[in-house]
Structures are given as C-alpha cells and as structure tokens.
C-alpha cells in the first residue's frame, strides 16, 4: 500500500495554519511584551513559556477528549474546527489592544492583553493534538513516518509564509526610527491563512472514511508485539532499549533548548545588538526555515543510507556549529551582514537533519498499539525544553547582557551531541534505495 500524498497534504493543511501562528507569536509577542508595555525580558519569557506550560496539560486531556468524540464529523475534526475559529477571534484582538494601550497606556488594557493571550493559548491548545492525531487516525502504521515528513513539510510552509508576509510588511524603510509597529495588518493576514487551511481541511478531508480504510487494513495485517515480559507479566522494554530512550529523549529536549531559546529571542537580539528592522530579522529566520524546507526531503534519504542516529548527530553539529559562527560574527562583526544568511541557511539545514529522524526514532522503540504514548513521551520532553528555554534565555539576556544568546544555544547543542552518543537503538533498517528508488513509495 502506497502513501496517498495528496490526501496526506490536505490533512497538513491544518499543521500549516498551527506553524504559521506560532512563528508570529513567538516573532512578535516578545517585541509587544517589551516594547509597548515595557516588561523586562525575564517577565517576558516568563509569558513565552506560558505556551508550553499549558500544552503539558491541554494536548494529553484534549488528545484523550477527542479520543472519545462521536461527532458525525469525526473525532478529530470538530476540536480543529470550533478550535481555529476561537483562536483567530482572540488573535486578531491582540494587535488591537496593543496599539489602544500605546495611544492611551492603563493598567485594565495591560490585564485584558495578558487575559485575551491566555485565552488564545487555551484555544490554541484545544485542537493542536486532534490535528496531529489526524494525520496518524488516517494513515496506516507503515507508512506514518513518510506522512510525518510531509506534514512537518506543511507545517514549515506555513512558518515560512509569516515569514515572508512580516519581511514585506516591516522592512527598515518602514519601521526605521518608528516609536510603534502597528501589527494588525500581519495579525490579519495570518488569520485568513488560518481560516483557508481550515475550510479546505473541513471540505477536503474524510475522516470517518479514511479511519475506516486504516482498520480494514490492519485487520487483515495484525502486528507483531514487540515488548518482553517482565516477571510480574507485565510488557515493558527491555533495558538496553529503555537506556536508548531516555538518551534519546534528554537529547529530544536539549536541542529544543538550543533551537526554541534562538528562535524565541533571535527578532528582539537582532533589533538590539545589529540595530536590524523586524522585517530583516524576520528574513533571517526565513531563510532557516527555507533551509529546513529544502532539506526535509534529503534528510530522510540520508538516515536511509547512514541511519537516523548519525543524520541526527550531524544535524546537532551543524546546529552547532551554526550558533558558534554567529557568536563570532558578532564578536567581529557588530552590524548586519549577508553572511548572517548562510549561518541561517545552516541552522535550518541542520534542524531539518534532526527533526525529520527525531520523532520516528522515539516511536521505532515500541510496539505499534503504544504509538500514542511514545509520541506523548517525545512532546512531553520537548515542551518542557520550550517552557524553560524563554524564561532561561530571557534572565541571561536581561542580566547578563545579550551577548549570551549565541554561546547559550552553542553549549546546549553540544550537550545534545553528547547525549545522542549514548543512544543505540530506533535506527531501523538501512534501506540502500538510491535515486529516484527512495520515492518509490510514495507515489
């Protein structure tokens, strides 16, 4: 059976509208934060981690109320739907409370901004699992990693689409010397990106239909169990496997840690240290996640001729490696300069090296039936990366100095490269397909 990709698109269409939002928010609601209602950068990344705070709870409790949804949509269709929906209502409102509390500053318009961002994180939170447990509810067992690639795919589009839009809306011949951004325009933009992906995940996708192809199928092919019993009879893994695991997933939350601090901070760094417009920040992580986009493809090929752990490995040096270069760039260099490009075009180069093999690699270490567990487990460590990583980041940059931010993604990374040595399980087969033999499948 062949990975229907078009089928597997249209379902990442709701992963392309989730990417889109959290690149603006973790873009722009630090300059918000800092700029028109002046809270230093430790209360600051204080509200950035809110997001992950809140997606420890919301994702498991929604993934597990969506589990027993009867909607004659399905059971995962109504949470993205009513889930869009209340989140681009909350998320337009921001910009607008913004730019009344910089015409007329008080303390209620303060509290209904950080009331209205906790809304939007509860809302945003409600259909995020749903709309990954699609894709899984509607793709059988074997051909999951192949639809994980081109959902992250989708999902990297829509960070690149914000992106583009902020680079066209706020260059330096815009914003250059400007006491207030108005953002509306790019909170707009975005929302209608929201609302497209939702109509054509609403009309295009039959749920209830492609579960039902998944469990005729798996009915005729039953899967082998792969845990060992224990002697009270319990299945668990065995304990070379499990040492693998946990390696794995203390290295799952230490490049989160590199990668999430840099992506969090990197606008607010650029506008102080490089004196940057957001616009040319901004395209600064397009090209990173251009590179990523680019490289999705090639990564997956590459783990199939070298493996998942040294295409990860490799990945982690480059990111590495990255970071280091753009500390020395700024050492030397204290101003904006093209070669902040290539460092980026590296950094997503090397994201896309980790984040293709990452995920498939935590799973290869269960059975089947445990999918959903092992993916809990492979989020669990990686929010809880995204939730310290703002707040630690944020106290160094605010009393240390900004300096840090590089030498603070560098030190982590190489943590991560240490931990990943220790793995040695959830490789899989090395297949030997070259050419256009690796897209054999997936036509």
Same mark, same amino acid.
């Given at each position: 059976?062949?990975?229907?990709?078009?089928?597997?698109?249209?379902?990442?269409?709701?992963?392309?509208?989730?990417?889109?939002?959290?690149?603006?928010?973790? +873009?722009?609601?630090?300059?918000?934060?800092?700029?028109?209602?002046?809270? =230093?950068?430790?209360?600051?990344?204080?509200?950035?981690?809110?997001? =992950?705070?809140?997606?420890?709870?919301?994702?498991?409790?929604?993934?597990?109320?969506?589990?027993?949804?009867?909607?004659?949509?399905?059971?995962?269709?109504?949470? $993205?739907?009513?889930?869009?929906?209340?989140?681009?209502?909350?998320?337009?409102?921001?910009?607008?409370?913004? =730019?009344?509390?910089?015409?007329?500053?008080?303390?209620?318009?303060?509290?209904?901004?950080?009331?209205?961002?906790?809304?939007?994180?509860? /809302?945003?939170?409600?259909?995020?699992?749903? +709309?990954?447990?699609?894709?899984?509810?509607?793709?059988?067992?074997?051909?999951?990693?192949? /639809?994980?690639?081109?959902?992250?795919?989708? @999902? !990297?589009?829509? @960070? $690149?689409?914000?992106?583009?839009?902020?680079?066209?809306?706020?260059?330096?011949?815009?914003?250059?010397?400007? +006491?207030?951004?108005?953002?509306?325009?790019?909170?707009?933009?975005?929302?209608?990106?929201?609302?497209?992906?939702?109509?054509?995940?609403?009309?295009?996708?039959?749920?209830?239909?492609?579960?039902?192809?998944?469990?005729?199928? #798996?009915?005729?092919?039953? #899967? *082998?169990?792969?845990?060992? #019993?224990?002697?009270? @009879?319990?299945?668990?893994?065995?304990?070379?496997?499990?040492?693998?695991?946990?390696?794995?997933?203390?290295?799952?939350?230490?490049?989160?840690?590199?990668?999430?601090?840099? *992506?969090?901070?990197?606008?607010?760094?650029?506008?102080?240290?490089?004196?940057?417009?957001?616009?040319? !920040?901004?395209?600064?992580?397009?090209?990173?996640?251009?590179?990523?986009?680019?490289?999705?493809?090639?990564?997956?090929?590459?783990?199939?001729? $070298?493996?998942?752990?040294?295409?990860?490995?490799?990945?982690?040096?480059?990111? @590495?490696?990255?970071?280091?270069?753009?500390?020395?760039?700024?050492?030397?260099?204290?101003?904006?300069?093209?070669?902040?490009?290539?460092?980026? +075009?590296?950094?997503?180069?090397?994201? !896309?090296?980790?984040?293709?093999?990452?995920?498939?690699?935590?799973? #290869?270490?269960?059975?089947?039936?445990?999918?959903?567990?092992?993916?809990?487990?492979?989020?669990?460590?990686?929010?809880?990366?995204?939730?310290?990583?703002?707040?630690?980041?944020?106290?160094?940059?605010?009393?240390?100095?900004? $300096?840090?931010?590089?030498?603070?993604?560098?030190?982590?990374?190489?943590?991560?490269?240490?931990?990943?040595?220790?793995?040695?399980?959830?490789?899989?087969?090395?297949?030997?397909?070259?050419?256009? *033999?690796?897209?054999?499948?997936?036509?």
């Amino acid at each position: 059976m062949k990975l229907d990709i078009k089928k597997t698109i249209q379902m990442g269409f709701g992963f392309l509208s989730i990417c889109a939002f959290w690149q603006m928010y973790n +873009a722009l609601i630090p300059l918000i934060l800092t700029g028109t209602f002046h809270l =230093n950068e430790t209360i600051s990344g204080i509200i950035m981690a809110m997001d =992950n705070v809140l997606a420890l709870f919301l994702l498991p409790m929604f993934g597990a109320i969506s589990d027993k949804c009867r909607h004659r949509l399905g059971r995962r269709k109504p949470f $993205i739907l009513y889930g869009t929906i209340a989140a681009v209502i909350l998320m337009v409102m921001l910009p607008v409370v913004d =730019n009344s509390y910089y015409a007329n500053p008080t303390a209620g318009k303060e509290a209904l901004f950080i009331g209205i961002l906790g809304a939007l994180l509860v /809302a945003m939170g409600t259909y995020r699992s749903p +709309a990954v447990a699609l894709m899984v509810d509607c793709t059988i067992k074997p051909l999951r990693s192949k /639809a994980n690639a081109i959902i992250n795919l989708m @999902g !990297a589009i829509g @960070g $690149i689409i914000y992106l583009a839009v902020a680079a066209v809306l706020y260059p330096a011949s815009r914003t250059k010397g400007i +006491a207030h951004i108005n953002y509306l325009p790019v909170f707009i933009i975005v929302a209608g990106i929201m609302l497209i992906s939702l109509c054509i995940v609403m009309i295009t996708v039959d749920e209830i239909a492609f579960v039902k192809e998944v469990a005729n199928y #798996e009915l005729l092919h039953p #899967e *082998e169990n792969l845990s060992v #019993e224990d002697e009270n @009879g319990n299945e668990v893994l065995p304990k070379d496997v499990k040492r693998s695991l946990v390696f794995l997933l203390i290295s799952v939350s230490l490049w989160f840690i590199a990668y999430n601090g840099m *992506e969090t901070w990197f606008t607010t760094y650029a506008v102080k240290m490089w004196d940057m417009a957001v616009g040319a !920040a901004s395209f600064c992580l397009l090209v990173a996640t251009a590179g990523a986009i680019v490289f999705f493809i090639p990564s997956g090929l590459l783990a199939s001729k $070298i493996g998942r752990k040294k295409t990860i490995i490799l990945g982690v040096a480059i990111l @590495g490696l990255s970071f280091l270069g753009g500390f020395v760039f700024t050492i030397i260099h204290p101003s904006f300069s093209p070669v902040l490009y290539v460092l980026f +075009a590296c950094v997503g180069i090397g994201w !896309a090296f980790i984040n293709v093999n990452s995920m498939p690699m935590v799973v #290869e270490m269960c059975k089947g039936s445990d999918v959903g567990k092992f993916t809990g487990y492979y989020y669990t460590f990686s929010m809880a990366a995204q939730i310290v990583t703002p707040i630690v980041a944020g106290w160094l940059l605010n009393h240390v100095g900004y $300096i840090t931010l590089f030498p603070y993604a560098t030190a982590f990374a190489i943590l991560a490269f240490i931990t990943m040595l220790f793995v040695k399980h959830g490789d899989g087969n090395v297949e030997a397909k070259r050419g256009l *033999e690796a897209f054999e499948d997936m036509d």
